[in-house]
């Protein structure tokens, strides 16, 4: 038998007698006992526990059991795995001591575990819990014990989920994506809290909604907004400044859309302007609710207006004497109002792309003028100005040679005028003559993607292509050379002589042959299509003698490399040859001679018909490492046009499947939020002119549900990261969660300007580059589906990036389907933006019209009534893709110097000899002289280059290369139908020539 007590195996002397004995044990032994629980006393099974070199695993009731344990002192604590310590802490004593000091003792120790809880934080907008907020970044810090931070990203349910927390006190904070900082704010201390054992909490954290207001600048007497007024807002609570953009036309300033909103409190308001000080009469203080948007007027007291007087030296270097100017208002000359002198200075310009150098010139700002007309003169300008430079040399001052210019003082504005010395008297006309045009190829009918001319199915979308029969009007496959309906029809001329002999075209006595030779009266039958030609007695146009079918055409794509900024910077590989060759055969390079160099339009253009707006300043940038040698100081450049093109649609898809974010009742307002993957965001591309487009350009709101209707969206307002409000033109109502579609046009703004720069070093004061905005888009400009009627604004379409799109003009511009027309005095510029067509650049005044603009005489509706002081057209500029010099839109002065240089018709230019107005279409004419034929030189192919740009569709910017970057002329340009020498022996047809023009003189300048 067995001991009870250690199971040690006994004899029983009356083992007969007794079915069990009670005897003391023979071993001195003990055991332990423990026992492990929850923080609610639950007993945990299967938790391993240690009793220093003994284990064990705890049952169903939660004890470990350890027997027949020596006497003496025993570590005992549980050994919690990795699985375990995902569900529980480890107990407050991880371990204890337990003494076993006699046999047969019994001892207990007990471990509680608490569990792990749980904490789920939303990111939530204050005062609206449904509103959250996905991709911030949350932290929670345990701040008992060993602190440590744990970080996770709120998903697209505006949730972070922690599990397996310690219970204890937590510290939570919330860092916000880029977007959702503009918007929204952080509380400013940490949000505490405490989670208990086991615990499944929701923690909500609040977001401050930022303040986002107008400021309003009105005049405090006549209430008149007031444009240009610099805004800043102080934050009185730590000093923090917001500057606002300059107030609008409206009189109305915001935060720009890269602004964040601004913090509630109270802001002091402080203004300023360029030229003058207007003074704040209102209160200085605004004070700001969270998310406050309202609009707050601010009124202001403007003192009188004020003239800024510059004159510069067209090479950079000081005047050799500071100059005495005459203010007098025009009314009354003999007044003067004020007398100053000049003072030099060097001051420091940004030039495009963020280029900084510093420039002389001689300057005065004169204030406390009353609004009205006055005239700047210069005293003693021959003495003191244009015989006080280098004595041995001419010079000339403009933009009047008087060295006086008339202008308009505006009250709370400062009215400028620069004055410019240079040497110049003549100027030579460079031409690039240049095809940008067009290759063979096939355009999908189903996607309008453009294909290689070789194949038979659509690389995009996998449709059949086909080519078009324009006689019959049917689409045969791809690889249909003639159409095997439509003959090939003759062009008909004559009568002319024909030999029944010899088949010659001649003179009855030019035939040359003898007798039996006879002569007769025949019509003759061209076919350009076959190239057959033969004689018949009709003369009326008939089908080929021969049978010959007609065929099919290819269609038309742009020419370029398939990568837009490769594409760009090949292109100025190309225009940088054409000025090296240029600069080669202009042996004389005079100083007193401005070299003007121009390139025709659509120059840039790429395979996709217009490049992404973004890559356009790749252009400039580029080409200012050829220009900006010293040897170029006397250069004019105009890089022909570039095209690019803002899509109105921020996708592919111009539907978005949005869905109403709050019900109303009968109103005009109506908020819409994400709608599954559509986001609200697409309401950011709606412009503000929404309602002012034409239908076919315009974004729609289609609501189904408690209304059903499509309405035009008159303006949009974003309320927060996921809201935004759209104004509608007529009451709807709505139910929360109605479908609403937005409905974005199909249609891409145009943007086409001409580029011009100023060759030589930058540092000289003044315009050195800008941009002319051709206004019309014409039928002939774009490649398009030729069946639409182009004269109806609904059928306007053009092909660019393989889709095929509404057309609408640059805003501002003079043209149907326009938005914003801007008024005709906005042609003058003065900064080189804005896409004026008049610009002055070293006191020399050029207008520059593009195309069709020139053809419809743009600049003649401004010169019809030049406001007083406009500076007269020294210079006109002509690039074109199938336009010439029109008499009718010639508007320079008397002496003034045309130039145009055409795609396919190549260069021309003229002298204006009469400056009254004319009706006639075409040269020659009775109001100008064409200069006489150029010298013409080929352009020879550029070889590859390593080419390093700043790719700013990089945030932010990278340098990029791009290395054997191959500018091959039959990838970017067509051969041209021209040759070189085109005025002496015809060569054959060659990709690119430069055209120089003999050096003509240059009109003095002049103004109204």
Not at 585 to 594: G, H, I, R
Not at 607 to 613: F, H, M, R, S
Not at 648 to 667: C, D, G, M
Not at 709 to 736: F, N, R
Request: charged letters at 25%; hydrophobic letters at 35%; a negative charge.
């Amino acid at each position: 038998m067995k001991c009870e007590i250690c199971g040690y195996e006994l004899d029983c002397p009356q083992a007969a007698q007794h079915p069990s004995v009670q005897k003391q044990c023979l071993e001195q032994k003990g055991e332990i006992w423990a026992q492990v629980v929850d923080d609610e006393w639950r007993n945990l099974r299967h938790v391993p526990v240690e009793a220093s070199e003994h284990a064990a695993e705890t049952t169903d009731a939660g004890f470990a059991v350890f027997q027949r344990l020596d006497l003496k002192t025993y570590t005992v604590g549980p050994k919690l795995d990795a699985e375990l310590l995902k569900k529980y802490d480890p107990p407050a004593f991880k371990t204890t001591n337990v003494h076993v000091t006699s046999a047969g003792e019994l001892k207990y120790a007990c471990f509680v575990l608490p569990r792990k809880a749980r904490v789920t934080v939303q990111v939530v907008k204050k005062g609206d819990a449904k509103q959250r907020f996905n991709d911030a970044e949350v932290s929670l810090t345990f701040k008992e014990g060993a602190q440590d931070t744990t970080q996770k990203m709120t998903a697209g349910d505006g949730e972070a989920a922690f599990e397996e927390r310690s219970a204890g006190q937590y510290e939570l904070t919330v860092v916000l994506s880029n977007e959702d900082k503009k918007r929204y704010a952080t509380p400013e201390a940490p949000i505490p809290f405490t989670l208990a054992p086991g615990e499944d909490k929701v923690v909500a954290y609040e977001l401050i909604p930022l303040a986002t207001p107008r400021i309003k600048v009105v005049d405090q007497v006549s209430k008149r907004e007031i444009e240009g007024i610099s805004v800043k807002l102080t934050a009185k609570k730590d000093s923090t400044e917001h500057a606002l953009d300059k107030t609008r036309p409206s009189g109305i300033t915001d935060l720009t859309k890269d602004q964040p909103g601004l913090v509630p409190g109270d802001y002091a308001i402080a203004i300023a302007a360029a030229g003058y000080m207007p003074v704040l009469m209102s209160a200085d203080t605004l004070t700001l609710a969270e998310g406050d948007t309202q609009t707050f007027v601010v009124e202001v007291s403007l003192p009188k207006g004020a003239v800024r007087i510059l004159i510069n030296r067209y090479d950079g270097k000081s005047l050799k004497e500071r100059v005495k100017i005459k203010i007098a208002k025009t009314s009354d000359l003999g007044a003067p109002v004020s007398e100053p002198t000049t003072a030099e200075r060097e001051v420091e310009v940004e030039r495009p792309g963020s280029r900084k150098v510093k420039v002389k010139e001689d300057w005065k700002e004169v204030g406390d003028l009353d609004p009205g007309d006055y005239q700047v003169e210069i005293m003693d300008l021959d003495a003191k100005v244009l015989k006080n430079q280098e004595a041995t040399e001419t010079w000339r001052i403009g933009p009047d040679s008087t060295g006086k210019v008339t202008l308009k003082v505006e009250a709370g504005k400062t009215a400028e005028v620069r004055f410019t010395v240079s040497r110049y008297t003549k100027v030579r006309f460079i031409g690039y003559n240049v095809m940008p045009g067009y290759a063979e190829g096939l355009r999908c009918h189903k996607c309008s993607a453009q294909n290689p001319k070789t194949s038979t199915g659509c690389g995009t979308c996998g449709a059949t292509l086909y080519k078009h029969c324009a006689g019959c009007g049917n689409y045969f496959p791809s690889a249909t050379a003639n159409c095997p309906t439509c003959a090939v029809v003759s062009n008909v001329s004559g009568p002319y002589h024909w030999c029944t002999t010899c088949g010659a075209w001649a003179d009855p006595t030019t035939c040359g042959g003898p007798p039996p030779h006879v002569m007769q009266i025949r019509y003759q039958h061209t076919n350009w299509d076959c190239g057959h030609v033969y004689p018949s007695m009709s003369n009326s146009p008939s089908p080929c003698t021969y049978g010959c079918k007609r065929s099919l055409p290819f269609d038309q794509q742009y020419l370029g490399l398939p990568n837009n900024q490769e594409d760009l910077l090949a292109r100025c590989l190309l225009m940088k040859a054409a000025i090296s060759t240029a600069y080669a055969e202009e042996k004389d390079n005079k100083p007193e001679e401005l070299k003007v160099f121009m390139a025709p339009e659509f120059f840039f253009r790429g395979v996709d018909g217009a490049y992404p707006v973004d890559d356009l300043h790749l252009i400039m940038s580029s080409m200012r490492e050829e220009t900006q040698d010293a040897k170029y100081k006397d250069w004019l450049f105009v890089y022909g046009t570039a095209i690019g093109q803002i899509p109105q649609a921020p996708s592919e898809s111009t539907q978005f499947a949005l869905k109403v974010a709050e019900a109303a009742t009968n109103s005009t307002v109506i908020k819409v939020t994400h709608g599954g993957k559509d986001k609200a965001g697409c309401c950011a591309s709606i412009p503000a002119e929404n309602a002012l487009l034409p239908l076919v350009a315009q974004w729609r709101a289609k609501l189904s549900g408690k209304t059903s209707s499509e309405k035009v969206v008159l303006a949009v307002t974003q309320l927060d990261a996921d809201v935004y409000q759209l104004t509608l033109p007529a009451a709807v109502s709505v139910d929360k969660d109605d479908p609403c579609v937005l409905h974005g046009p199909l249609a891409a703004e145009i943007l086409n300007y001409a580029l011009i720069q100023r060759g030589g070093p930058d540092d000289v004061a003044g315009l050195r580059e800008g941009l002319v905005y051709k206004e019309k888009i014409s039928h002939i400009d774009f490649l398009r589906n030729r069946s639409n009627h182009w004269g109806t604004p609904g059928q306007r379409n053009i092909y660019v990036s393989d889709k095929d799109v509404i057309a609408l003009p640059t805003e501002g511009a003079d043209e149907s389907l326009s938005r914003k027309k801007n008024p005709v005095s906005g042609e003058v510029t003065s900064t080189g933006l804005g896409g004026g067509s008049i610009f002055t650049m070293d006191g020399i005044t050029f207008g520059l019209e593009v195309c069709l603009d020139h053809l419809t005489g743009r600049m003649s509706k401004y010169f019809n009534a030049p406001p007083a002081g406009a500076a007269k057209v020294q210079v006109q500029l002509v690039p074109s893709w199938g336009a010439s010099i029109t008499p009718s839109s010639l508007c320079g002065m008397l002496g003034a110097l045309v130039f145009n240089v055409d795609g396919p018709q190549g260069s021309d230019a003229c002298t204006i000899v009469d400056a009254s107005p004319s009706t006639d279409t075409d040269l020659p004419s009775a109001k100008a002289t064409r200069l006489p034929a150029p010298a013409s030189h080929a352009v020879p192919q550029p070889a590859k280059a390593t080419v390093t740009f700043k790719d700013s569709t990089q945030s932010p910017p990278q340098d990029k290369t791009v290395t054997d970057l191959d500018p091959k002329y039959d990838l970017l340009i067509e051969k041209h139908p021209h040759q070189v020498n085109r005025a002496g022996v015809t060569g054959a047809a060659d990709y690119a020539w430069v055209d120089l023009y003999a050096a003509q003189a240059l009109p003095e300048a002049e103004t109204y």
